[in-house]
């Protein structure tokens, strides 16, 4: 929990804005430079697995069956989307929850996700 530096209610650290005064909870200030660097290389990360996993398809394509290229196909099916809502989070300075960090260390790229647990960007 925070509090609201306006009105001093008690807020959700997800909260962007004051539910009570409605007023910008912490402005980008807080995440500096090292916060910008972190999610730079974590969205590169996540774009690395994307392209290992299609370089996969792909050799799955040229090699093997069309059920193996189907089963290689299944981890971008959400690969890509939490790789693009990342990248969607970021340009919008929204904070990322800490279950979409967890998720991402498990099962888009390792490297990514302790990046973005690193980054204290919903403070
Ligand atoms: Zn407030």
Not at 32 to 50: D, E, H, P, V, Y
Not at 98 to 108: A, H, R
Request: hydrophobic share 45%.
């Amino acid at each position: 929990m925070k509090y609201c530096s306006k009105c001093g209610a008690e807020i959700m650290d997800e909260a962007y804005v004051c539910p009570h005064c409605g007023c910008k909870t912490e402005p980008e200030k807080a995440q500096g430079n090292a916060g910008n660097t972190l999610r730079t290389i974590a969205k590169i990360f996540m774009l690395i697995s994307c392209g290992m996993w299609a370089v996969v398809f792909l050799i799955y394509l040229a090699l093997t069956t069309i059920l193996a290229c189907l089963i290689s196909l299944i981890p971008l099916s959400w690969i890509i989307p939490m790789t693009v809502v990342y990248w969607k989070k970021v340009a919008h300075h929204q904070p990322v929850g800490t279950g979409f960090k967890v998720c991402t260390l498990l099962f888009v790229n390792t490297i990514a996700g302790i990046l973005m647990l690193c980054d204290n960007n919903n403070d």
